[in-house]
T-cell receptor, first 112, second 114 residues
């Protein structure tokens, strides 16, 4: 099984609706990164969380790291076509700050 | 500030050949990481270079090797290419102590091995 599980694998959402993507680890998350990827392209940094209970927001996207530091969620409010893409969570599971382990990604489609 | 630049963008090679991929890190970043991303999967860590030294390596065979230069740009070399090496190769630069800003990724090199 994967060290970092993302759910759901894919999501089709009506424009204007809210959605949540989850990222779960069996180990402590020393640093959790959320990125967005357009198909076959590079990754665009969204947010980084490090402390248990931490929450960050950027425009209509909010990410949280739970108190036990083993799960993170990404919430998009009032989704727009520009939110479509693949969302990836990457984690430092060792505290070594050099290797990130990644989830398989969540493919988000926004229906107009 | 400039971002991360990777070259070439696409490459087709024959099984058994060797390939070199290049990466220019973002200005001010002295650490470069390389990842392999197969279709439909998350990236897999290959290795990281910090100040021209390998700083960590993932589960990849020795035929995957790298270099970092004094200007912090980097190369990924793959020898004896196999069909399974077909993937998107991503380079990411970062600055220790500023990881809250994330790793800056390039657009990747799409390698196809035939």
């Amino acid at each position: 099984s994967q060290e970092l599980e993302q759910s759901p694998q894919s999501l089709i959402v009506q424009e204007g609706k809210n959605l949540t993507i989850n990222c779960t680890s069996s180990k402590t998350l020393y640093g959790l990164y959320w990125y967005k990827q357009k198909y076959g392209e590079g990754l665009i940094f969204l947010m980084m969380l490090q402390k248990g209970g931490e929450e960050k927001s950027h425009e209509k996207i909010t990410a949280k790291l739970d108190e036990k530091k083993q799960q993170s969620s990404l919430h998009i409010t009032a989704s727009q076509p520009s939110h479509a893409g693949i969302y990836l969570c990457g984690a430092d599971l060792s505290g070594g700050n050099y290797q990130l382990i990644w989830g398989a990604g969540t493919k988000l489609i926004i229906k107009p | 500030e400039t971002g991360v630049t990777q070259s070439p963008t696409h490459l087709i090679k024959t099984r058994g050949q060797q390939v070199t991929l290049r990466c220019s890190s973002q200005s001010g970043h002295n650490t470069v990481s390389w990842y392999q991303q197969a279709l439909g999967q998350g990236p897999q860590f290959i290795f990281q270079y910090y100040r021209e030294e390998e700083n960590g390596r993932g589960n990849f065979p020795p035929r995957f090797s790298g270099l970092q230069f004094p200007n912090y740009s980097s190369e990924l070399n793959v020898n004896a290419l196999e069909l399974d090496d077909s993937a998107l190769y991503l380079c990411a630069s970062s600055q220790p102590g500023q990881l809250y800003r994330g790793y800056t990724f390039g657009s990747g090199t799409r390698l196809t091995v035939v």
